[in-house]
């Protein structure tokens, strides 16, 4: 029981006087003095320790056995992350993201633990491929979000986002644009390129995809009042006039 405790006065007493070699030491030696838990506990602190002091190889070297044994953890997997990212290695955050992704797609989990660990690995990829310029295709992991979760206002906000400071509105509604036409029952992408062409203040083609959206969900009065406010906006009174005896009749 007193292992712990000195371990963390004798980490404590060489990581203040600035020996971070000796104190990351302590710990893995601590590490496999304890128990699994606190093992694992003294063996991320290291890791942590490794970052903090510049040794990022180290760092990745402490992590291993612990990736191994739980490859998707995130404290684990931002650590990770923060090697490459601390060391300003662009290119291995890029591949070390990849490679996860790719063996996710074969883990034994769930399918909604797949999918939320997936989504994770995907915003920590874009913003890799940010610093690398590739702007492309970190889009590209922000229409996988997209697909994923179309239902999810913070994604689609922060993918327009996105695709407006790095001007790639065009890559963003083209795949939203093919989707509904593939999927012309599915009000979801409908609405997503409605609001999203009225974030580019692409104003016809929103008016287009509000069409489409409430020829699918008649029932949905926020739908109405978003088109009618369009149309006051482009002038198109009567058009907005007959909207709002829809959404009468609809609410009242």
């Known amino acids: 029981t007193g292992t712990p405790s000195r371990a963390g006065v004798t980490h404590d007493f060489y990581w203040n006087n600035k020996r971070p ?22 063996l991320l602190e290291a890791a942590t320790k490794s970052n903090q002091s510049g040794d990022y190889a180290g760092a990745r070297s402490v992590l291993a056995p612990l990736l191994a044994a739980d490859p998707y953890n995130p404290r684990y997997l931002a650590t990770q992350a923060d090697s490459y990212a601390l060391a300003k290695d662009d290119a291995g955050l890029r591949d070390f993201y990849t490679t996860k992704l790719t063996a996710l797609k074969t883990a034994n989990l769930s399918a909604e633990t797949r999918r939320d660990k997936t989504a994770l690995l995907r915003q920590g990829l874009i913003v890799a491929l940010t610093h690398m310029k ?30 407006l400071q790095y001007s790639r509105q065009q890559q963003l509604t083209a795949f939203l644009n093919k989707t509904v036409t593939d999927s012309p029952r599915d009000s979801r ?39 009618a406010d369009l149309e006051e906006h482009q002038q198109n009174f009567d058009a907005a006039c007959d909207d709002y005896d829809r959404l009468y009749l609809l609410t009242y």
């Open 21 to 42: 070699q000796q104190a990351i030491a302590t710990l893995k030696q601590a590490s496999s003095e304890a128990n699994q838990e606190l093992s694992r506990t003294f």
């Open 189 to 227: 992408f409908a609405i997503l390129l409605a609001r999203i062409d009225t974030l580019f203040e692409d104003y016809p083609a929103a008016l287009t995809a509000y069409g489409k959206a409430i020829a699918i969900r008649k029932d949905r009065p926020d739908l109405y009042i978003a088109r």
């Open 134 to 163: 590739d702007y492309d295709g970190a889009t590209s992991q922000y229409i996988a979000l997209i697909s994923t979760f179309p239902e999810d206002p913070d994604i689609a906000q922060n993918a327009a986002l996105y695709a």
